[in-house]
């Protein structure tokens, strides 16, 4: 049988819109990621010569296992955190609804309004959180020590983000029928056993979804990490989007176009790899 692809037409215009705004730029800076771009009228071919320097740094190196462990506290910390604020809120009712507005409030907060809010909070001498601190004899110093900087760092994301896994989390939830739950209430199943056979299995898609979200807007962290050390102390949270920043405003146009060809690389293996994933569920989910 013939199979009728008449139905891809629909998604031209889509497409041709994706090709525009993200097809045309990458094709245009992979270009200057081979020349050395000195001003608009004078540039020197170099060809890879940018790549080789940067897959040769061990800055490079350094810079992507901090992003990779940002990545990873994020994930450890605000997964748990979100599904259990999922599963402790109503089914129903106007205690649901008011909690999904305070979970969604961050979610529109603008981002650089973010570590503003947080360093003044954390202020030792105006900040309410900070004058706590200082009361209780704490001695927090975000600007000198690594492990207070990555602290705030923490939790200004868990603040900004874990409503948003929240949130997908009661989605998932939603799409449960009842008939399981009063089925799990007739075997006297425990929470745990409810959790694990009920719920866990229908909330994966959505999980791994929020996953691949939350995983690639931590990896790009720039503006809370540079609004509130600038990479620092001594390079402690200077993660692979704040050397890419370096590099353009230091107007190195050529380095900086090779290090976002990376970067994109690297987003496009680990987005693939997020999408093998899903479609291995649900095959899993067709054949069971």
Known sequence: MTRDLRAWLFLLPALSIIAFVGGIPIAINTWHSFFDILSLDERFWLGLEWYQALLTSERFYSSLLRSLCFS???????????????????????????????????????????????????????????????????????KFNALHTWILLLLMDTWHWVGLVAILACSGLASISPAYYQAAAIDQASRVQVFRYIEAPKLKGVLIMALLLRFMDSFMIYVEAFSVNAGGPNGATTFLSLDLGEEINGFNYGPAAARSVVYFLMTLGIVYAFWRIMRAEKSDEVTA
């Open 72 to 142: 990873l506290a994020v994930i450890t910390i605000q997964f748990p955190l979100g599904l259990f604020i999922a599963l402790s809120l109503p089914k129903s009712g106007w205690v649901r609804s008011l909690g999904l507005i305070l979970l969604a409030l961050p979610l529109v907060v603008p981002w650089i309004m973010i570590p503003t809010m947080w360093v003044s909070l954390v202020d030792l001498e105006s900040g309410y959180l900070g004058r706590l601190m200082a009361w209780a004899g704490i001695d927090f110093d975000y």
